[in-house]
C-alpha cells in the first residue's frame, strides 16, 4: 500500500510500464476489476515513482504533478504543473491529491493497442470512513484491503 506523502521517499509507491514484451503495469497485466495496484485515502497526497519506458502514462479522476522540469521524449513541463497524461521515456516523481472522490482510479496507457492488451491497471481511493472501517468499500467486499494494508494506511 502507498502511505501518505512525508517528504522523506520513504513512502514511495512505484508505477512501471513493462517493457515492450509485455504489455502490463508492473508487471501485472490487466485481468480482473477487483485487483488494485495499491489502496489510497481520500484527501492525502501521495507521491509516485512513474517509469514509462516509451510509455504513454494516463490517469483518470486525480491528476498528476511533475516535480521537475522536463524537456525530452517530446514532453515539455515545468515542475508544478498538473497534467492527466505524460508521455516521456523517462522515470519520473509525481504527487497525486486525492481530493474529492473515493472509488476507482484507472490509470493506463495511452497507445490504445497497449491499453487493449493489457497495460492498464485500478487503484482504489478508500474514503475516511471506509479506511476507519465504519463503511464498507464498494462495490463489494472483495475490493477491502487486508487490515495490514488499513494500519499502513492509517500510519
Keep these: 500500500a502507498c502511505n501518505q506523502y512525508s517528504g522523506d521517499g520513504s513512502d514511495l509507491c512505484y508505477i512501471h510500464y513493462s517493457s515492450k514484451d509485455l504489455m502490463a503495469v508492473n ?5 480482473d476489476k477487483e485487483r488494485y495496484l495499491t489502496y489510497m485515502i481520500q484527501d492525502r497526497v501521495y507521491e509516485f515513482n512513474l517509469k514509462t519506458d516509451r510509455h504513454v502514462h494516463h490517469q483518470h479522476v486525480y491528476p498528476f504533478q511533475v516535480m521537475e522540469n522536463i524537456g525530452t521524449g517530446g514532453f515539455i513541463a515545468q515542475a508544478g504543473d498538473f497534467f492527466d497524461t505524460m508521455g516521456a521515456e523517462s522515470e519520473r516523481l509525481v504527487r497525486t491529491h486525492t481530493a474529492d472522490f473515493s472509488g476507482y482510479m484507472m490509470l493506463h496507457c495511452h ?3 497497449h491499453e487493449d492488451e493489457g497495460m ?3 487503484m482504489y481511493v478508500l ?3 471506509e ?3 465504519t463503511e464498507t468499500p464498494s462495490p463489494s467486499k472483495n475490493t477491502l484491503p487486508t487490515e495490514d494494508c ?6
Design 27 to 31: 508487471n501485472e497485466e490487466f485481468s
Design 111 to 113: 497507445i490504445l493497442p
Design 120 to 122: 492498464m491497471a485500478l
Design 127 to 129: 474514503s475516511a470512513s
Design 131 to 133: 479506511a476507519a472501517g
Design 150 to 155: 488499513l494500519e499502513d494506511l492509517k500510519a
